[in-house]
């Protein structure tokens, strides 16, 4: 499954264009109305063209200029960062694809949006923010990943070009929905490569009469990684890092992991005792590093094809800023990157992400745009995925729509000390074909972070993050801790009261189970 596959041929070639047979036709053969009736606008707001890439599964931390991987080189990403601005502390409120995806377009957590998973499809009542920028003369373009409502890429609202696959897609040689038409890339044509190479063209062709806002959807990095052909091979020495709670878990029969180089754990408070069964038992299944993806990957292996495929994503970021830069663009427009949740290498003895630990739900998040953000700003605000919409909106003139749950983030980009929260709000819905994590609430302030799992007999977590920025010691049992975590139990089923979260949004179990312990039973 995670083998590199061999291909031969030119790695950009012509696409052919075909029409597949009429059972898998797309649903649409043209743009669906747009559905906005009433929004109001921003008065005086000269809109400005926005460019917003995401990124799949790309943690926080791994960017050159972080130091978080000796080794690892993200030019582009770390100009975006020195010529714009840094959000130290960017989150998701729920770790997961479609989630995630649907919190961005919509501005509204995920039990309000209701797409709780990566099967369940989307409310056709849901309005997505690029509806708003049509309505007042954007135009506005997607290009990539959809993998929410449903998971097939037919066009969707809000956007006057559409570039899309089914699901995941592949990385290699895809089959992409352009404007309800079916075309089909063959020659090893890479994927980051081609959305890069379509969202380019639809930039020189359009009309320069209007703002626009690209929104730029990669499948990478998600696994199974593959790099370009360019990139394979080029991290194969690179020096693999374990983190620091990676051995907690570990039992005499644990796999054991001898190429990389172990982090310094000597300055933390290790608390066995206290870590979660469902974290123990995760060890070994498709999200843990003792059982990786049913044993189909390597953990070493695993971290270096994931590093060599980000490299495209950094390619694909210089290759739009030095457009911008050829057209006199690069100093009036946003450019926002940002990856749609984390992903855990190793910390708790776990891979990718759902959990309510830091690497799972910190994502990466720059923004660049000299007419408006000094270079080498830091923005320590803890700031969601549910805040690019009502941002973006501001910044085009329209005012936060009512059903949007997030903050616009514009003010913090122009250096304005404004009044910001204080903690936030996480949750994450239990997944029949990934059973081994459960439901997930937490709320996090910038001291503490309170974890409740739902649904199971088992320890819920408190962490002093200030203090255990690795979430190693579980201070729940802490006698002096225990008015604190009321305070954020408080906290939390307010919040889920006054946002009608107090339900868990079921969706249909449609399939066998799929899990290595009860796999083909109902």
Not at 333 to 355: C, P, S, W
């Amino acid at each position: 499954m995670f083998k590199q596959i061999n291909f031969t041929g030119k790695l950009r070639v012509a696409l052919l264009l075909i029409l597949l047979p009429a059972g898998i036709q797309p649903t649409f053969a043209q743009m669906p109305p747009n559905n906005v009736k009433n929004f109001e606008r921003i008065p005086g707001t000269r809109p400005r063209n926005i460019i917003y890439i995401l990124s799949d599964d790309h943690r926080y931390d791994f960017m050159g200029f972080t130091g978080k991987v000796p080794g690892l080189q993200t030019p582009n990403l770390d100009r975006l960062a020195n010529e714009g601005a840094h959000f130290q502390n960017a989150f998701v409120t729920t770790s997961l694809c479609s989630p995630s995806r649907a919190s961005i377009l919509t501005g509204q957590y995920a039990h309000t949006h209701t797409v709780v998973d990566n099967e369940s499809p989307a409310p056709v009542s849901l309005i997505y923010f690029p509806q708003y920028l049509q309505k007042v003369g954007y135009q506005t373009s997607f290009f990539g990943k959809w993998h929410m409502g449903g998971g097939d890429g037919h066009p969707r609202p809000g956007f006057n070009k559409w570039v899309s696959f089914n699901g995941q897609g592949v990385y290699y040689n895809p089959v992409l929905n352009i404007d309800g038409k079916i075309v089909k890339y063959k020659d090893s044509a890479y994927i980051t490569d081609i959305l890069t190479d379509l969202s380019l063209d639809w930039l020189k062709k359009r009309d320069k009469s209007k703002p626009f806002f690209m929104y730029l959807s990669h499948k990478a990095v998600h696994a199974d990684f593959m790099p370009s052909k360019e990139d394979k091979g080029k991290y194969k020495n690179i020096q693999v890092q374990y983190p620091v709670s990676m051995f907690m878990t570990e039992t005499p029969t644990s796999k054991k992991f001898t190429r990389g180089v172990r982090a310094d754990g000597s300055k933390y408070t290790f608390n066995n005792k206290d870590i979660p069964a469902w974290v123990r038992a995760q060890r070994y299944s498709w999200h843990g590093v003792d059982y990786m993806y049913h044993g189909a990957t390597d953990f070493d292996q695993f971290y270096v094809d994931y590093l060599e495929t980000l490299l495209g994503i950094d390619k694909s970021v210089g290759r739009v800023l030095q457009y911008l830069k050829d057209n006199g663009l690069d100093k009036e427009t946003l450019v926002i990157y940002m990856g749609d949740n984390g992903f855990a290498f190793g910390e708790h003895g776990l891979i990718d992400k759902r959990q309510a630990y830091e690497e799972s739900m910190r994502v990466p998040l720059l923004a660049r745009c000299p007419a408006l953000i000094k270079p080498g700003t830091k923005i320590k605000q803890m700031v969601l995925n549910v805040d690019i919409a009502p941002t973006i909106l501001e910044m085009a003139g329209v005012k936060k729509p009512k059903q949007m749950q997030g903050m616009s983030f514009y003010p913090l980009m122009q250096g304005k000390d404004v009044p910001w929260r204080s903690e936030f709000f996480y949750e994450y819905y239990w997944e029949s074909n990934f059973p081994q994590t459960p439901t997930q609430y937490a709320v996090r302030t910038d001291r503490y972070k309170f974890i409740r799992s739902w649904g199971v007999w088992d320890i819920d977590q408190l962490y002093d993050i200030q203090k255990d920025p690795y979430e190693v010691n579980n201070l729940i049992r802490d006698p002096q801790y225990q008015q604190t975590a009321k305070e954020l139990n408080d906290k939390l089923f307010d919040w889920m009261a006054k946002t009608n979260g107090l339900q868990i949004p079921l969706k249909p179990i449609l399939e066998k189970k799929k899990d290595h312990l009860y796999k083909g039973t109902w």
